[in-house]
């Protein structure tokens, strides 16, 4: 830890991490005028200080507060919003745009996914980006790289319709992505794109690449492996093979990561040294060896995670190459900074996260893991070495991994252990195979091989991540959660390597706020009262939260398994189930269910709340005047053009309306 203190672009990105975060959550400035401001007012205090006290350390303050701003330009500079030529503010009734398909995201049951970037506008020049959706049985083929000539509206992201859904309108907000546009029903035309350059060469070489294997490989196991284990395509594989990877505890494999360009790196280092000799044009080689795994990991998709790997290594062979020693965490330090000055909304991204954090178990953790015991023997050093490896990581890695996946594997250590020979003899004799893919017809011994390892490694993920006894599940913690583990970590890290009074008391204050706050939040959700009208097709749910336990009052006798595990993450409570009745008291409210018969009292007049449900024949106008409901809501299991006619009806009457079809599910606290 004491090199830091003396290493500068630390503290440069520490304060380039800030101006990020205070940019991208609070909005701190509005224009580039009041960061020019702000950025002179800060450096003439620096400047003032510097001149009077004449200390050094205020000429690394004013770098920093440089980073700092430099971080919150770029990420001004990156949102769209306040820009003219932003394609929404040229959006008109009737609207044609000219698209181009940036990159292919994950397929859902209904449609193909993918990021594209608008170009024109109605014939004007335009920039900004849009989630595109085109449906699984249309044969027209996008790419990436593809032009589209279509006419439609996008329409805004909207919130997840029911409170316990993952929010994709933020997650997409923080890569600037506000619209959707469905092409469905949309007539467009689709081209290759005009333009020749670095980037679509290389998206064409993969795409031949992945059509090639597809037809030498098993497709049900051994084509989507690859395409995911050697070229970063993900999307080939099974959602079951993948949730089976990830309780198995080695989702990671299936990212490019330091594991695969180190590995690649040691096997092209060899075959230089083979080429050039071992000791001479011992520069040329690092240079030779640096572009070839650029080449790569562009191929590849150039996640996070593998452009991290890269550019550490880049580091460190050349510093080597100049004979210059440096801790390996400084080379860490310099990577994180480049990508976060190349694209400041990759602070946001999970394989940058888990990627980073990674790194940082093992250079702070493993050392001092590994040196706990020694074995003589060769097998047993390896296989300490990786088990220390395997812990360092997971112990830095929890927190965030329970934040985002809500689960916990207790094998991760066996599945390392694992793993290791199999995915060393796959990626070296994956790396052969592409190469003569894209030479030539592949020997048959080297398919064979390369499809048996592939296989044995399927077959011992799946068996490893298909018992749920191994998997610690339904776990929820919030960002202030993670952020007080981490500082635990950090103060107990300090402590071992150090002890002191002060630290001790540090920790013990952390670890008892960690605790007042989980005593805090099992109390408001225990005194929390909700009611909650759910969104869903063809069915009605409606749930009233109280003292912890959530009841629902469902239509069918088995609701969607999906949003009541979702809700039950998200509230924290148990659930239990009844029939769905036709009304419910609760505290200074009287609800009253309209279903298909359309029955509902006439004798009763106070101010209610009305849920409309199964498309009831009712004259709206009239139930309106009887019951004189303060509010009128219609859940998704009614046609869309009901709750038309009923909007306009309300709107007509001065009586609010909510359709969950179009403002997701009612929540009301009582």
Not at 97 to 108: A, D, E, P, Q, Y
Not at 263 to 272: D, E, M, T
Not at 450 to 472: A, E, K, N, P, V
Request: some cysteine; proline content about 4%; charged content about 15%.
């Amino acid at each position: 830890m004491k090199f830091l203190v003396n290493y500068y672009p630390f503290y440069l990105l520490v304060f380039y991490v800030i101006g990020d975060l205070l940019q991208q959550e609070l909005r701190v400035f509005k224009s580039a005028v009041s960061i020019g401001v702000s950025f002179a007012c800060c450096s003439a205090l620096v400047l003032f200080f510097s001149f009077r006290t004449q200390r050094t350390p205020y000429f690394l303050l004013g770098a920093s507060v440089l980073c700092s701003h430099l971080a919150i330009l770029l990420v001004f500079h990156q949102a769209p919003e306040h820009k003219p030529l932003y394609f929404k503010n040229q959006l008109q009734a009737t609207n044609y745009l000219s698209l181009k398909v940036n990159s292919i995201l994950r397929s859902t049951a209904r449609y193909r996914k993918f990021v594209a970037t608008v170009q024109q506008t109605n014939g004007k020049p335009s920039i900004g980006k849009i989630l595109l959706y085109q449906a699984l049985d249309d044969t027209r083929q996008l790419h990436s790289g593809s032009i589209l000539y279509v006419k439609g509206t996008p329409i805004p992201l909207r919130d997840p319709v029911n409170p316990s859904l993952f929010n994709y309108r933020k997650h997409l907000a923080k890569q600037h992505i506000y619209h959707l546009l469905n092409i469905k029903y949309l007539p467009f035309i689709a081209r290759s794109p005009s333009e020749s350059n670095l980037g679509i060469h290389a998206l064409h070489f993969r795409d031949k690449l992945l059509e090639q294997l597809r037809t030498q490989l098993d497709t049900s196991i051994v084509y989507p492996m690859t395409s995911a284990l050697l070229l970063g395509n993900r999307y080939a594989m099974n959602p079951q093979s993948i949730k089976a990877y990830r309780q198995a505890g080695a989702a990671h494999i299936l990212a490019i990561s330091g594991l695969h360009i180190g590995i690649l790196s040691q096997l092209l280092r060899f075959f230089l040294q083979l080429i050039f000799g071992q000791r001479s044009y011992q520069l040329l080689r690092v240079l030779i060896l640096i572009l070839l795994l650029g080449i790569y990991v562009y191929i590849s998709g150039g996640s996070p995670s593998a452009i991290r790997a890269w550019t550490t290594l880049s580091f460190i062979y050349i510093s080597r190459a100049f004979k210059r020693q440096v801790h390996l965490a400084q080379p860490c330090i310099l990577a994180m900074l480049v990508l976060l000055i190349a694209n400041p909304t990759n602070l946001y991204n999970t394989s940058f996260q888990l990627s980073f954090l990674a790194v940082i178990g093992i250079l702070a953790i493993y050392p001092r893991l590994s040196n706990l015991w020694t074995p003589k023997n060769y097998v047993l050093k390896i296989v300490w070495s990786s088990f220390s490896i395997s812990i360092a990581t997971q112990v830095v890695l929890t927190p965030i991994i329970i934040f985002y996946f809500h689960e916990f594997s207790t094998v991760f250590w066996l599945t390392n252990l694992c793993i290791l020979p199999f995915l060393s003899a796959i990626l070296i004799i994956g790396t052969f195979l592409l190469i003569f893919t894209s030479l030539m017809t592949p020997p048959e011994v080297l398919l064979n091989t390369y499809s048996y390892l592939c296989r044995g490694l399927h077959q011992l993920l799946m068996s490893l991540g298909s018992h749920d006894t191994f998997i610690i599940s339904n776990l929820v913690i919030s960002k202030t959660t993670v952020l007080l583990l981490y500082l635990i970590e950090l103060l107990l890290y300090l402590l071992l390597l150090n002890y002191s009074q002060l630290k001790s008391y540090l920790l013990l204050s952390a670890v008892l706020l960690l605790q007042l706050g989980a005593i805090y939040q099992k109390s408001i959700r225990i005194h929390a009262k909700r009611l909650i009208v759910f969104h869903e097709h063809s069915s009605s749910m409606i749930g009233i939260q109280r003292q912890g336990v959530t009841t629902l009052y469902c239509s069918d006798k088995i609701p969607n398994p999906l949003t009541v595990r979702n809700y039950q993450l998200w509230s924290a409570t148990s659930i239990r189930y009844q029939k769905l009745a036709a009304a419910y008291f609760i505290p200074n409210h009287l609800i009253f269910i309209v279903g298909k018969s359309g029955i509902y009292p006439t004798d009763y007049s106070s101010n209610s709340i009305v849920i409309l449900r199964q498309s009831p024949k009712i004259h709206l106008e009239k139930l309106l005047k009887t019951l004189r409901p303060k509010l009128v809501i219609a859940d998704g299991s009614n046609y869309k053009s009901y709750i038309k006619r009923w909007k306009k009806t309300c709107r007509q009457q001065k009586t609010p309306f909510h359709a969950t079809a179009e403002k997701g599910a009612f929540v009301l606290s009582f």
